[in-house]
């Protein structure tokens, strides 16, 4: 199996926040930054903080395996977030991504891997061994929006092409835990700034 490395998931969004001048756009790519580390580290509480996430936000998936589904309020998003934590399908690798920044929006398209248990993937049709881990390698791109004060409204995420959809069945030594991935996620999760009134939009 290829070497993934966990602290390179987000080195297309940490590229384009080096060459972002306009603050509130600096402001949204910390802001995501700060969330997609925070879930691969396990920390999905702190994704929730009123600062970072509205009180309702809303989740779109439509995923070639999966279909479409949605969460609808942060009960709901909690619940996917805890789910993923306490199996070790929070873990996620990202390659090839290309990343761009509006005034209410952070686009990514690229190759994502996410640990997926076998028992999960056996239950949705997948011949999988129920026993094991595997990542789930799929094309997606995804589109998250913010209000004026940059708090996640939520995400649309879509696979976009199956011709490359692979099962990668991990051998136990390569299977990262949540707490792994926290500790190795921990020196690249930073606080946001305080928000201002100069970042909202004109």
């Known amino acids: 199996m290829k070497q993934l490395d966990i602290t390179k998931q987000n080195v ?4 384009v ?14 802001s995501y930054l700060r969330h997609r ?14 600062a970072l996430t509205i009180e309702h936000p809303y989740y779109r998936f439509s995923l070639i395996a999966q279909g479409r589904f949605a969460l609808d309020g942060r009960e709901q998003v909690a619940a996917l977030y ?19 920044v509006g005034d209410h929006m952070v686009v990514g398209r690229g190759i994502g891997y996410q640990q997926t248990l076998g028992s999960e993937l056996a239950t949705g049709g997948v011949d999988a061994d129920e026993h094991a881990m595997y990542l789930t390698k799929s094309h997606i791109c995804m589109v998250w929006t913010y209000d004026d004060r940059c ?6 995420v879509w696979e ?22 926290g500790k190795l996620l921990e020196p690249f999760i930073k606080p946001l700034p305080p928000f201002d009134d100069s970042l909202l939009p004109a």
């Open 12 to 15: 297309a969004v940490e590229k």
């Open 17 to 30: 926040l080096e060459n972002t001048e306009n603050p509130r756009h600096r402001y949204l790519l910390q």
């Open 37 to 50: 580390y925070l879930e691969s580290a396990g920390r999905w509480e702190e994704i929730l903080d009123p």
């Open 82 to 100: 805890g789910h993923w934590t306490a199996t070790d399908q929070c873990v996620f690798y990202v390659e090839d991504e290309t990343v761009a």
């Open 151 to 156: 708090r996640l409204i939520g995400e649309d």
């Open 160 to 181: 976009f092409d199956d011709a490359e959809r692979a099962y990668i069945k991990l051998d136990p030594s390569d299977v990262l835990t949540a707490e792994q991935a």
